[in-house]
């Protein structure tokens, strides 16, 4: 049985390694397809200044790529490819290695993990697809990417957090020490909360451990309205108002009503007089 590679010094390591001689050459930009294993999730983000800087002094780094029927498939440099075709070149360097449906999904994980490339989310994605499906330990990961082992393993401890609070990460909205601290939360619906409430307020992740060890006010869970104060929200939003808020107390009634412009409120008003008469 052939024995399994392994990524332990690192990308160069590995193509110095497992590919003799891979070919540096120069490919028509349009002859390249896109990988379609990238691990990021929106790879055409934040490519401006590298199209500007590429449109002065060229793509410096080749892309890595293989052939594929004819044509040539990027293993690793898709946003290098991407800002060479938006800059207007017709060629760009690349190393071209023979790799398999594995060993490029292999390969273009690793570049990207050692680029630092990739938000937390999908960092964590990328070592738990290396750890799984490519067998690797913690140990051999962090030897790839320049890191130590407890890193890998915080990263992919951040997977276990609640969908919420896992697309609030991967939108930018909170830190990865923001997410690490909410995993103290078990409860998924109290995370979500804690989660909201740091970036309506804005905290530092400092101000999250307080906040998480009780020196600092914890949000309020919202109270549902109840069906006969959705009735009455309803008939509000009808009448024009952008949002509207009743609660039905025993001593008082609380209205709440939201409008953008002077000419929202005055049509709401108008619509109300003309329902009265």
Same mark, same amino acid.
């Given at each position: 049985?052939?024995?399994?590679?392994?990524?332990?010094?690192?990308?160069?390591?590995l193509?110095?390694?497992d590919?003799?001689?891979?070919?540096l050459?120069?490919?028509?930009?349009?002859?390249?397809?896109?990988?379609?294993?990238?691990?990021?999730?929106?790879?055409?983000?934040?490519?401006?200044?590298?199209t500007?800087?590429?449109?002065?002094?060229?793509?410096?780094?080749?892309?890595?790529?293989?052939?594929?029927?004819?044509?040539?498939?990027?293993?690793?440099?898709?946003?290098?490819?991407?800002?060479?075709?938006?800059?207007?070149?017709?060629?760009?360097?690349?190393?071209?290695?023979?790799?398999?449906?594995?060993?490029?999904?292999?390969?273009?994980?690793?570049?990207?993990?050692?680029?630092?490339?990739?938000?937390?989310?999908e960092?964590?994605?990328?070592?738990l697809?290396l750890?799984?499906?490519?067998?690797?330990?913690?140990?051999?990961?962090?030897?790839?990417?320049?890191?130590?082992r407890?890193?890998?393993?915080?990263?992919?401890?951040?997977?276990?957090?609640s $969908?919420?609070?896992?697309?609030?990460?991967?939108?930018? *909205?909170?830190?990865?020490?923001? %997410? +690490? @601290?909410? &995993?103290?939360?078990?409860?998924?619906?109290?995370?979500?909360?804690?989660?909201?409430?740091?970036?309506?307020?804005?905290?530092?992740?400092?101000?999250?451990?307080?906040?998480?060890a009780?020196?600092?006010?914890?949000?309020?869970?919202?109270?549902?309205?109840?069906? $006969?104060?959705?009735?009455?929200?309803s008939?509000?939003? *009808?009448?024009?108002?952008?949002? %509207? +808020? @009743?609660? &039905?107390?025993?001593?008082?009634i609380?209205?709440?009503?939201?409008?953008?412009?002077?000419?929202?409120?005055?049509?709401?008003?108008?619509?109300?007089?003309?329902?009265?008469?």
């Amino acid at each position: 049985m052939k024995e399994k590679r392994r990524l332990g010094r690192g990308l160069e390591a590995l193509i110095s390694e497992d590919f003799s001689g891979p070919e540096l050459v120069s490919v028509p930009v349009e002859m390249i397809d896109p990988n379609p294993r990238q691990p990021r999730a929106r790879p055409e983000d934040e490519i401006e200044s590298l199209t500007a800087s590429i449109g002065k002094l060229g793509v410096l780094q080749p892309v890595l790529v293989r052939e594929v029927g004819g044509r040539y498939e990027l293993i690793a440099g898709q946003r290098r490819w991407m800002a060479a075709r938006a800059a207007g070149l017709a060629r760009i360097p690349a190393m071209i290695l023979e790799a398999d449906d594995a060993t490029s999904l292999e390969l273009a994980l690793v570049e990207n993990l050692q680029r630092k490339n990739l938000n937390p989310l999908e960092e964590a994605r990328a070592i738990l697809h290396l750890s799984e499906d490519f067998g690797m330990t913690h140990e051999e990961i962090a030897n790839a990417i320049g890191a130590d082992r407890a890193t890998i393993t915080n990263k992919l401890r951040l997977l276990a957090l609640s $969908e919420p609070v896992l697309r609030l990460l991967e939108e930018g *909205s909170i830190t990865e020490g923001h %997410a +690490r @601290v909410l &995993l103290r939360v078990d409860d998924p619906e109290e995370q979500a909360r804690f989660a909201a409430f740091i970036v309506e307020k804005g905290l530092t992740v400092r101000e999250t451990e307080k906040l998480l060890a009780g020196e600092v006010k914890a949000p309020r869970k919202k109270k549902e309205p109840s069906p $006969e104060e959705r009735i009455y929200e309803s008939a509000f939003a *009808s009448l024009g108002a952008r949002s %509207a +808020r @009743v609660r &039905l107390g025993k001593r008082k009634i609380i209205l709440t009503l939201e409008f953008k412009t002077r000419g929202e409120l005055d049509g709401f008003l108008g619509r109300l007089k003309e329902r009265a008469q």
